[in-house]
């Protein structure tokens, strides 16, 4: 997938760097995943396909447990983004998120000025998968999910 890259400008360090954004029209149903050290991106499409089925694996595996565990979720929707990142396979051994938002290069600070940036360049994307997640029986993707959402929703630190 090739996707535009913009000008983004941290707000902490200063630093410039290109950010994929998808334009609005096309976003609906995608994302873009992006691996904590603010270089690393995958596309995400959660209508149709592979994506679709690792997606609606995780959001029905997540309601099930919810109801069972009578579980208090704050912030539902923002939970299941959480989950469905951390069960996406790691593309160069980075764990992928799909948060809101770019993580600068530099200082990994999400304190970022983007959105409205010059034009960069287009690059090409791979596609993010479930392939490890789906791959596992269905009682290990439940114990994966409730092991995930014990874990917590803490962002994990930026490394270095
Ligand atoms: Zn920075």
Known sequence: ??????????????HSFPYPLLPDQESYGTCIAKGS????????CCLIGPGQVGWDEVASIFSKIA??????????????????????????????SIAEGPICPDC??????????????T??????SFEQFLSLSAEDRERRILHLL???????????
Do not use: W
């Open 108 to 121: 990994g600070s999400t304190n970022i000025d983007y959105g409205d940036g010059e034009l960069i360049e």
């Open 37 to 44: 050290d603010g270089r690393t991106f995958a596309y995400l």
């Open 1 to 14: 997938m090739r996707v535009a890259f913009f000008k983004s400008d941290c707000r902490d360090c200063g």
């Open 150 to 160: 014990e874990e917590g929703t803490e962002e994990p630190d930026f490394p270095g």
């Open 123 to 128: 690059r090409e994307i791979p596609e993010a």
């Open 67 to 96: 109801i069972e565990k009578n579980l208090i979720l704050y912030e539902e929707r923002d939970d299941l983004q959480q989950l469905i990142g951390k069960c996406l396979d790691p593309v160069n051994g980075l764990e992928l």
